[in-house]
């Protein structure tokens, strides 16, 4: 027992370091964001209605020069230059602009999110917000902070007095993109109030601060969310598929977070709007 708990320990000390760093690079890509919105040039498409800017692509090259000379030996998977391969059991996965639409409409609802992975298990987030200053991190098995100070979600038990968030994918035409619609019924036609704000990452922060008592989204990327589900676990939550199986972040690109305490209702009205009754 004793040597499972110095392990423990020891893991939790690594992965503060890493968290130094993880905190550095997303405070720096998020105080360039906030301080270039005016500056927006080139706009492409990776998609439809998917934009990246030359904006993104700054806030990425800062991320990745950060964590890539802190830990040059470690996989990276990032939004818009894909992946760097090594040997390293852990793995990076950055969002430089999570956001990109509000942003381009200088809607200022935006973050910069930077996950790792051990193996297929996020162990460390970091979420910042540079326009309200709001730096959310995470080391699994250490919590979960907003700016230093421990944070936990929402006790609200009660459906009706419910603040819900949704989130919903880019490609309209999708069966991800049906199902969030379908639980935006659920949560609209039982909820107090529904929020789509539009950043998947600052939208899981508002899970696990407490001030949404839960979330839907599906059909997002890995870097979207991959820090937003350790910081809702971390802060006392649950996270699952919209049908209730435990969330993989390697796997079915579906997420139900809530507070805990509303989980089963959630689960129970969700699945009876996809059965179309």
């Keep these: 027992m004793h040597n499972e708990r110095a392990e423990a320990t020891e893991r939790v000390r690594e992965l503060n370091q890493f968290l130094e760093v993880a905190r550095e690079a997303a405070y720096q890509a998020g105080r360039f964001l906030r301080d270039n919105v005016e500056a927006i040039g080139d706009i492409q498409y990776k998609g439809p209605e998917n934009p990246v800017s030359n904006i993104d692509k700054g806030a990425e090259r800062l991320v990745l020069d950060i964590i890539g000379r802190a830990f040059p ?3 990276i998977i990032s939004e818009e230059n894909g992946q760097k391969n090594a040997s390293s059991e852990y793995t990076w996965v950055i969002d430089p602009l999570d956001g ?16 790792l992975l051990r193996g297929n298990e996020v162990v460390l987030g970091v979420t910042y917000n540079p326009v309200l200053d709001e730096m959310f991190t995470g080391v699994r098995g250490g919590g979960a902070y ?10 609200t038990r009660a459906f009706n007095e419910t603040l819900l968030g949704v989130g919903f994918p880019y490609d309209r035409s999708s069966e991800a993109f049906h199902r969030c619609m379908k639980n935006f019924l659920a949560f609209s036609e039982n909820g107090q ?14 899970v696990a601060c407490g001030r949404y008592d839960a979330f839907s ?15 809702v676990a971390e802060a006392g939550g649950v996270v699952t598929t919209f049908d209730g199986a435990p969330f993989l972040v ?28």
């Design 73 to 75: 030996d470690h996989r």
């Design 100 to 115: 990109t639409i509000n942003y381009l409409h200088h809607y200022r609802l935006f973050s910069t999110a930077i996950a």
């Design 250 to 277: 390697n796997g079915k690109s579906e997420i139900l977070a809530s507070n805990g305490k509303i989980h089963d209702l959630l689960l129970k009205r969700t699945r009876k709007k996809l059965a179309g009754t």
């Design 217 to 231: 989204v599906a059909g997002n990327e890995i870097w979207d969310y991959a820090a937003g589900v350790l910081l």
């Design 146 to 155: 907003l700016n230093g100070k421990a944070i936990q979600v929402s006790k």
């Design 193 to 206: 109030a529904v929020r789509r704000d539009g950043s998947t990452a600052l939208d899981l922060c508002n």
